[in-house]
């Protein structure tokens, strides 16, 4: 018998080197009790929390939860069935509802997660004989979902407008082509230049897709991302997001004024294939998208600690992912992943969660 494991040792090797310096293990950290958006207990102790995507703190808002605990009671904990057999309820109608005004767009659509989103649009537009053409530096999703159709990829040099264009010129001008970018890069907390991008894209005759899982509901005068921030969201075809994130609970979406949008929920696996998220994960989902579009404060208020942790860092010598704060993620650079786990861990003992330090192994392998 082959072991189909084997593939792994090198993983296995990665990590029993890593524990054995003593380093506690950085991908196995509890929550304890979670006190609010900010403070949990982690081994016991009160924790400041540094590095979740809670952007916006709606997962202890009182409006939110109350939508969320009303939703339970009128609707049961579960749909056990897809969109498109028994699974749409009233609040997943209301929740795309919300995205749609949220964006002032023509059509949404909820997903499962934000994974599944991208996994289910990339592949579903972009079949045999088209082109994906994105960015190295890309969400595994998007990844995935390139692996999950049957289009052509094609990579470029993250965030190089020139490398993009180049590629672009190299394909068949007749072919389909979906370019597929992020608004902030959550590896570096860098933003796209969307507004040149966008426009060598269209210039080629491709169809874009930006995913904001990291800039919805920060980014841009209505948190609508940086294709809003960059004055170019009417020339983006599909936008991906998440609720993970600055909404505050789980689930994915695409909105978009493509007007034969709708027939995607037949034809999309990722959204056909699977149950449909709990009604009271769409209510405090709309919640709190319908409280983010009145969200400027806290928009102002987090702007303000990117900028004051990022000169904090600079200023102690650290190398940063960016030299201005350009997004609420603020990247610390450290020499090795050995390096970094230490750090993790003595910022930990000091009652400071930050994000984990990333293991990066090739294109498609990042951590969220
Ligand atoms: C850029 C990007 N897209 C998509 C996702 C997936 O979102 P979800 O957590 O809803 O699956 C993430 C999650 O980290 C992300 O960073």
Redesign the pocket.
């Known amino acids: 018998m082959t072991d189909l494991f084997s593939k792994f040792d090198p993983l296995i090797q990665q990590r029993e080197t890593l524990l054995a310096t003593g380093v506690t293990d950085p991908y196995n950290l509890v929550m304890e009790k979670v006190v609010s958006p900010t403070v949990a207990i982690c081994n016991g102790r009160e924790t400041i929390l540094l590095g979740t995507y809670n952007y916006m703190g709606m997962t202890f808002d009182e409006d939110v939860i109350a939508a969320g605990k009303d939703a339970l009671d009128k609707f049961g904990s579960g749909t056990t069935g897809s969109r498109v057999l028994n699974g749409t309820y009233q609040g997943h109608k209301e929740c795309e509802e919300a995205l749609k005004e949220f964006y002032a767009m023509d059509h949404a659509m909820v997903f499962s997660?934000?994974?599944q989103a991208?996994l289910g649009i990339i592949s579903t537009i972009a079949g045999k004989g088209d082109y994906v053409i994105l960015d190295i530096d890309s969400?595994a999703?998007i990844y995935d979902g390139c692996a999950m159709g049957n289009a052509e990829i094609v990579a470029f040099r993250h965030n190089d407008v020139e490398a993009l264009e180049k590629r672009l010129k190299r394909l068949p001008p007749e072919a389909g082509k979906l370019v597929v970018l992020?608004g902030v890069y959550?590896m570096l907390g860098d933003i796209a230049p969307l507004k040149e991008m966008i426009r060598v894209s269209k210039e080629a005759g491709a169809m874009v897709l930006v995913?904001e899982?990291?800039s919805m509901g920060f980014i841009g005068e209505n948190g609508r991302g940086v294709a809003e921030a960059q004055g170019v969201l009417d020339d983006v075809d599909f936008i991906?997001g998440?609720?993970?994130k600055s909404v505050g609970t789980?689930?994915?979406f695409c909105v978009s004024n493509h007007p034969k949008f709708e027939i995607l929920r037949l034809v999309c696996r990722p959204y056909v294939f699977t149950a449909s998220l709990p009604p009271s994960v769409v209510a405090t989902a709309a919640t709190s998208i319908r409280k983010l579009m009145h969200g400027s404060n806290k928009r102002a208020h987090l702007w303000e600690n990117s900028k004051i942790l990022h000169k904090g860092l600079r200023d102690l010598g650290f190398t940063l992912g960016t030299d201005e704060p350009q997004s609420a993620i603020i990247a610390v650079i450290m020499p090795d992943l050995e390096k970094g786990a230490m750090m993790w861990e003595a910022l930990l003992e000091e009652g400071l969660y930050g994000a984990c330090p990333r293991v990066q192994s090739g294109p498609g392998s990042r951590r969220?």
């Open positions: 997660t934000g994974y991208n969400h999703s992020e959550s995913d899982a990291h991906i998440t609720f993970s789980v689930g994915g969220t």
